[in-house]
């Protein structure tokens, strides 16, 4: 039986909730929108996992008929993200869809370049909402930018009608509704609602490591009443994932004093001014993780906080900074408990912080794994086979 570690005393104030929340229900918007004729809401199917908000209201988490609106960053440069994601689902036997119709989200437009305007936006979220409703399965978003960007698409929408009119007109040009989901679901609060699940097909000992958590800003401080907390995590002063999941498969959590702090990404400032994302990454974080925590591993949930944290550390360590934390998404150390192959499924060889000590501190032997990459990929070069696979979960393609 695993032992579940105690998160350390936070060290930020209490935090209770007010009897009233100061926020709008966003389910009787939406439910009236759509009894007007406005919006089409696509529910959760069921089953469905019920979680708590930060103002105590319900949200469902779909446990499968999942539609993965995958996210760029990911794809381009952390593969073993989305890997991760669907290898999870097939190792516990759940129906998903990985579209070929998604585009991106053009939240960088939004965010990085104020380049777009409210419709353009609007209408790329629900085309690809139309998108997955048309399929009859339900929208998870992998990346924390689309996710927070879809929630505010989502609150202009319930509350300007001239955008909502403006949009209408451009998905009749593409022959598609203007729908909205029940919830906006992140993966990760996915992945935190199934931990138990996944503690049960739990193969690796997690014990021995200690990690240190960052919350993405776009998850926990955009449309704040949208993410999950319980009082069993920080007395519900934090959200709720990553850490609960790392709490159910072993993973000593230990808390440090910049958690609040951005990975140092922030758009913008990652585009036109590098040199200070990667200075804040390791100043502000990477080191601060050191100095009070010493951990083996940091966990985030979003594509540019894992690229930020882990990419930053090589001008780190170039001026003798205190770095050489490897860098993981809450996905990929729940693949990895559960087994999967640290190089064909959670791909951390496009990792660029040294993760080889981690690896081995739970019992696994790298320069094995790396062998057993290497012979598929000969496979690929050879043509004996077309993708990478792992023989655990069917030989699906990785």
């Given at each position: 039986m695993i032992h579940l570690p105690v998160v350390n005393q936070a060290r930020d104030r209490n935090f209770e909730l007010p009897e009233t929340p100061p926020t709008e229900d966003y389910h009787d918007i939406l439910d009236q929108l759509e009894k007007d004729g406005e919006i089409i809401v696509q529910r959760v199917p069921e089953p469905y996992i019920e979680v708590k908000t930060k103002y105590g209201r319900t949200k469902k988490i779909p446990v499968e008929r999942t539609w993965h609106h995958?996210?760029?960053?990911?794809?381009?440069?952390?593969?073993?993200?989305?890997?991760?994601?669907?290898?999870?689902?097939?190792?516990?036997?759940?129906?998903?869809?990985?579209?070929?119709?998604?585009?991106?989200?053009?939240?960088?437009?939004?965010?990085?370049?104020?380049?777009?305007?409210?419709?353009?936006q609007a209408?790329?979220?629900?085309?690809?909402?139309?998108?997955?409703?048309?399929?009859?399965?339900?929208?998870?978003?992998?990346?924390?930018?689309?996710?927070?960007?879809?929630?505010?698409?989502?609150?202009?929408?319930?509350h300007y009608p001239e955008l909502r009119a403006q949009v209408r007109k451009i998905m009749e040009k593409l022959g598609k509704k203007l729908v909205i989901p029940e919830e906006i679901v992140h993966y990760s609060e996915w992945v935190y609602a199934m931990r138990d699940?996944?503690?049960?097909?739990?193969?690796?000992?997690?014990?021995?490591?200690?990690?240190?958590?960052?919350?993405?800003?776009?998850?926990?401080?955009?449309?704040?009443?949208?993410?999950?907390?319980?009082?069993?995590?920080?007395?519900?002063?934090?959200?709720?994932?990553?850490?609960?999941?790392?709490?159910?498969?072993?993973v000593n959590v230990a808390d440090y004093s910049t958690w609040f702090d951005c990975c140092g990404f922030g758009f913008r400032h990652i585009l036109v001014s590098r040199d200070f994302s990667r200075s804040f990454a390791v100043q502000r974080k990477i080191e601060v993780m050191k100095e009070e925590a010493n951990?083996?591993?940091?966990?985030?949930?979003?594509?540019?906080?894992?690229?930020?944290?882990?990419?930053?550390?090589?001008?780190?360590?170039?001026?003798?900074?205190?770095?050489?934390?490897?860098?993981?998404?809450?996905?990929?150390?729940?693949?990895?408990?559960l087994g999967a192959h640290p190089y064909l499924v959670?791909?951390?060889?496009?990792?660029?912080?040294?993760?080889?000590?981690?690896?081995?501190?739970?019992?696994?032997?790298?320069?094995?794994?790396?062998?057993?990459?290497?012979?598929?990929?000969?496979?690929?070069?050879?043509g004996e086979q077309l993708y990478l696979t792992w023989d655990d979960v069917e030989s699906v393609p990785v």
């Open positions: 995958k996210s760029c960053g990911q794809c381009g440069h952390i593969p073993g993200y989305s890997t991760s994601i669907f290898w999870l689902n097939r190792k516990l036997g759940l129906d998903y869809i990985d579209p070929k119709d998604q585009t991106s989200c053009t939240a960088w437009n939004y965010y990085a370049s104020a380049t777009s305007n409210p419709a353009a209408a790329v979220a629900i085309r690809n909402f139309a998108a997955a409703y048309e399929t009859g399965y339900f929208p998870i978003i992998h990346c924390g930018t689309s996710f927070g960007h879809y929630k505010e698409v989502r609150q202009s929408l319930m699940r996944i503690a049960e097909h739990q193969v690796m000992d997690m014990s021995p490591i200690t990690a240190t958590v960052h919350p993405a800003c776009h998850y926990h401080k955009l449309i704040e009443e949208d993410a999950i907390y319980t009082p069993e995590i920080y007395g519900a002063q934090r959200t709720a994932i990553i850490t609960g999941v790392l709490q159910k498969i072993g951990p083996d591993l940091v966990v985030t949930h979003d594509t540019g906080c894992v690229t930020t944290l882990d990419q930053s550390q090589f001008a780190g360590k170039a001026h003798d900074k205190k770095v050489g934390l490897p860098v993981l998404s809450d996905s990929q150390v729940a693949a990895l408990a959670l791909q951390m060889h496009w990792h660029n912080t040294d993760n080889k000590p981690f690896l081995e501190k739970i019992g696994i032997d790298p320069e094995e794994k790396w062998r057993e990459f290497e012979e598929q990929v000969d496979k690929l070069k050879n």
